[in-house]
């Protein structure tokens, strides 16, 4: 399977629950993110390439503050996976604009 990212990531940390075909879930970090997939720091879980998990990302507009994007691992390092979302993360933009901004010291 070749990746075929189109756009830069940008670093970006959100929190985000990953469940795997037999439901192990894990509670990561994302180290970089846009509307079509992320690298999501797993540690070593045993997550293989092409293989399907069910992404849990915040969306500050949906009842629960969830949604659930299924993605496809593309790829895969001892520090996490690389995936491809099957649907755009829409509600990246609304995330972004309800974060506090960091002021400069």
Do not use: C, K
Request: net charge positive; proline share 8%.
């Amino acid at each position: 399977m070749m990746e075929r990212r189109f756009e830069d990531r940008p670093a970006l940390r959100i929190g985000v629950r990953v469940r795997d075909r037999i439901g192990q879930v894990l509670v990561s970090p994302t180290r970089n993110i846009t509307a079509n997939g992320a690298f999501i720091e797993t540690g070593r879980a045993d997550l293989s390439s092409e293989a399907v998990l069910w992404v849990d990302l915040p969306d500050p507009d949906v009842e629960g503050g969830w949604t659930n994007i299924p993605a496809l691992v593309v790829h895969h390092h001892p520090d996490g996976v690389g995936v491809m979302f099957s649907r755009p993360y829409t509600a990246l933009e609304r995330l972004r604009a309800h974060r506090p901004r960091r002021r400069a010291a």
